[in-house]
């Protein structure tokens, strides 16, 4: 499988309130939203000691249904006599203006779901530390007399400590059958026991051992033993299709056929799996869920990053704003004033900058005192005398030009307006480009390209600024001084 980097976001999961939420249930503040589903609505709240908590809230619209308050009160129930060990604690419950609530202690760790999309299957070292936790809090909540019938891959949350089982929201009391109706099945596809997608009244906790099977099975792979197109298939592959596993060591694929056997009298109980366990391996489990080191790494930096700002959280949450990308100008285009260098005699062009795509930051128009940066074709320098002429004596010859691409939609319009060359010198036109051919494109290979064809930046004054133009030729002055000297002779 390739390799996974981390693409996690720290918060994925939260999102901000939503208009009409309250602000706060009871002692506990409301921070974001966690969550939401069929029948109530999770918050990231904190209570009056700055404990985080995540609060569970019936949703408005069922409050006038007794059958859903009868299932949320049962919830509350089931949830407070679950003990603490691998599970999320109870903290309160109440009913006010709000509506029915519960809060439980919020774990700041990424779901076994969120782990293996963003950085792949577990190892197998962590896979057998994740195998001890998940039977402990499957030990402990058989012992309290409650079956989940909701383990998945979201329902477990990854902490260092271990993971921990989440979500009680179908959870019912062993033997009890109140939850099931004729047609109706609750439970998540693909993690649900034959028994429970058949909608037959003996779900009991052989259905947790069916789920914790699948589970192993997708935290191994990166995806689940039975698996389809549909929830259809999926069904189907559940009732009469054989698992899919892979990635398991030996030991745990045995482990973990016998619990996705099809009939619950064939699958193992909790204290029976415990006990297959060696001594070492249960040893070692202990050890690295007591150090905290038995996730991988970028999983545990995650995770403690995770907690860290849930920590400093204390305001609603507020998403960062999205940092949408400048768009990249086009390499054909100049991003800086260009101008004409000018051969003797020739006038001073300057061009205008090319239009600015959307997105884009336009580069700052020159200013008087300033330079700013061109962009011209690499043209031979002009000799000391051209430097030293007069421009009432330059040859008119044609400009040199700077074949620079024409920018787009209609040419612009000709300014004839004039701009001072320099006190004394008369008025040099200013005129903006005319379309002219592409530059020639550079030779493939890696070859040098020609030295008529590179470009270099130079720092040159612009407008009034311009340096006049280099002089060549004979002064005319010299030239009435010739006239008399030949006719003296």
């Known amino acids: 499988m390739a390799e996974r980097h981390d693409q996690s976001d720290p918060l994925d999961g939260l999102s901000p309130l939503a208009p009409g939420d309250p602000s706060e249930l009871g002692s506990y503040r409301l921070l974001g939203r966690l969550g939401h589903g069929g029948m109530g609505i999770v918050y990231l709240a904190r209570s009056a000691t700055g404990r985080a908590a995540a609060v569970k809230v019936l949703r408005p619209e069922l409050l006038s ?38 809060a439980t202690a919020f774990i700041p760790g990424l779901s076994l779901q969120q782990s293996v999309s963003a950085f792949g299957p577990l190892p197998p070292g962590s896979l057998y530390a994740l195998w001890y936790g998940l039977l402990r809090a499957l030990h402990s909540i058989h012992t309290a007399g409650v079956v989940h019938r909701d383990l998945k891959p979201s329902n477990v949350l990854l902490t260092t400590q271990g993971p921990r089982l989440i979500d009680f929201g179908i959870s019912a009391l062993n033997g009890s059958t109140s939850l099931t109706s004729t047609g109706a099945i609750l439970g998540t596809p693909g993690y649900m026991g034959p028994e429970q997608v058949a909608g037959r009244p003996d779900v009991g906790p052989e259905t947790d ?50 619990c996705l056997s099809k009939e619950p009298a064939h699958r193992p109980t909790v204290d029976s799996l415990l006990r297959t366990l060696s001594d070492t391996q249960a040893v070692t489990a ?118 620079t691409p024409a920018p787009p939609g209609p040419p612009p319009d000709v300014r004839p307006d004039a701009v001072p060359d320099a006190p004394g010198r008369g008025l040099l036109p200013r005129l903006l480009p005319v379309p002219l051919p592409p530059p020639p494109t550079e030779p493939s290979g890696g070859a040098d390209p020609a030295p008529d064809a590179l470009l270099r930046t130079f720092a040159v004054p612009m407008e009034a600024e311009l340096p006049p133009p280099p002089r060549t030729g004979l002064r005319r002055r010299w030239i009435p001084r010739l006239s008399l000297r030949r006719a003296r002779r």
Request: glycine share 6%; aromatic share 6%.
């Open 65 to 102: 249904e007794s059958g859903a308050q009868a299932r949320f009160h049962r919830e509350i129930a089931v949830v407070s006599r679950v003990p603490d060990d691998f599970t999320a604690p109870f903290l309160d419950a109440e009913i006010d203006e709000h509506g029915v609530w519960m």
């Open 209 to 258: 051992i069916f789920a914790l099977g699948a589970v192993m099975g997708f935290a191994a792979a990166g995806t689940p033993p039975f698996d389809g197109d549909n929830v259809i298939s999926v069904i189907f592959d559940v009732l009469h299709g054989t698992p899919r596993l892979s990635a398991l060591p030996a030991d745990l694929d045995t482990w973990v056929r016998a």
């Open 286 to 403: 202990r050890r690295q869920l007591a150090g905290g080191d038995w996730l991988p790494e970028t999983v545990s930096r995650a995770t403690l990053r995770r907690a860290q700002l849930v920590l400093d959280l204390d305001h609603p949450y507020t998403p960062p704003p999205a940092q949408t990308p400048a768009l990249a100008l086009p390499p054909d285009r100049f991003t800086t004033w260009t101008v004409r260098r000018p051969a003797p005699g020739g006038p001073t062009v300057r061009l205008r900058p090319p239009a600015t795509p959307t997105g884009a930051v336009a580069p700052p128009p020159p200013t008087d005192g300033r330079t700013t940066d061109i962009r011209v074709r690499r043209d031979p320098s002009p000799s000391p005398a051209e430097l030293h002429a007069t421009p009432a004596d330059m040859p008119q010859a044609a400009p040199r030009e700077v074949h």
